[in-house]
């Protein structure tokens, strides 16, 4: 009985390419009337694993200035972030 070999097609992985040019995102959170300054600080310590003294300056800026830059980083961590934030209907928007 004669043995044949079999060559073994190449298979080509693709991985997903990174397409950043570097920027930055940001999460802006707007101010309403309708959450607690404690209810806000205790989502930003959740969203953005800030220490309290952070957070609470966010939530104090959001309240004095409408709206503040609550988190710096890439889109997929900003969407992370944002989805969080908004699980109690904070009202946020990502910014390029």
Known sequence: MEKKEFELPK??????EETTIGLESRVILYNDDWHTF???ILQLIKAT??????????AFEV???????????EMSNC?????????????????T
């Open 11 to 16: 298979i080509e992985i693709l991985t997903e």
């Open 49 to 58: 694993n800030c220490p309290y003294e952070s957070a609470r300056g966010y």
């Open 38 to 40: 404690d209810e806000v």
């Open 79 to 95: 969407l992370k972030v944002s989805s969080i934030l908004e699980e109690i209907a904070l009202n946020t928007q990502i910014i």
């Open 63 to 73: 309240h004095v200035k409408g709206k503040a830059i609550v988190f710096n980083g």
